[in-house]
């Protein structure tokens, strides 16, 4: 099984509003991320967790606020968040050592009014 | 400072034919390159490479990996309209415990029937 889940699918969001992104594998999979997407770019890091610790944050804004509450599972908080955050925002696993073959969930396509 | 190049960046052939996309990087400490498909969601795993000149093979798919010249090309036979997504490159840096991708822009290939 080499699935990650993600929910919603689509969610649209005010600029006041606080929402929260969900991220799921049961991979035994010990680090998990948070990507942002664009139309036309590649994934761009936002977060890693590696054993349940946030080990990478790309200078991202506090507004996105990541969460690990065990090992199977990743939120993303969102609060205050401007148009320009409009995106998929994607989750991958990979296990821990010397293999760094990460797996994507769907994503969750955000639009952020 | 390290980079990935993906070539060429947008590419439409006929249903049968062959084609190959090409990724060069420039990596400190290179550890592994990863081939991802996406299509309209998330990018799918396709290969992981770390050794030279060994070819990985899954059905019409194959990539191999040249680290003396710092590239590695994928090979897709007897093209089908499935196999329209945008294909994207990344290089893993042999960095400890970071675990950031370096991504290329993407090929975009388009098979018309």
């Known amino acids: 099984d080499t699935e990650v889940t993600q929910t919603p699918k689509h969610l649209v969001m005010g600029m006041t509003n606080k929402k929260s992104l969900k991220c799921e594998q049961h991979m035994g999979h010990r680090a998990m991320y948070w990507y942002k997407q664009k139309a036309k770019k590649p994934p761009e890091l936002m977060f890693v967790y590696s054993y349940e610790k946030l080990s990478i944050n790309e200078s991202v804004p506090s507004r996105f606020s990541p969460e690990c509450p065990n090992s199977s599972l990743l939120n993303l908080h969102l609060h205050a968040l401007q148009p320009e955050d409009s995106a998929l925002y994607l989750c991958?696993?990979?296990?821990?050592?010397?293999?760094?073959?990460?797996?994507f969930g769907p994503g969750t396509r955000l639009t952020v009014t | 400072e390290d980079k990935v190049v993906q070539s060429p960046l947008s590419l439409v052939v006929h249903e049968g034919d062959t084609v190959t996309l090409n990724c060069s990087y420039e990596?400190?400490?290179?550890?592994?390159l990863l081939w991802y498909k996406q299509e309209k969601k998330a990018p799918t795993f396709l290969f992981m490479l770390t050794s030279s000149g060994i070819e990985k093979k899954s059905g019409r798919l194959s990539s191999i990996l040249d680290k003396k010249e710092l590239f590695s090309i994928l090979n897709i036979t007897a093209t089908q309209t499935g196999d329209s997504a945008v294909y994207l490159c990344?290089?893993?840096?042999?960095?400890?415990?970071?675990?950031?991708?370096?991504w290329g822009l993407g090929t975009s290939l388009a098979v018309n029937p």
């Open positions: 990344a290089v893993s840096p042999n960095a400890g415990n970071n675990r950031k991708l370096i």
């Open positions: 990596v400190t400490n290179f550890r592994s």
């Open positions: 991958a696993s990979s296990q821990t050592g010397n293999s760094n073959e990460q797996y």
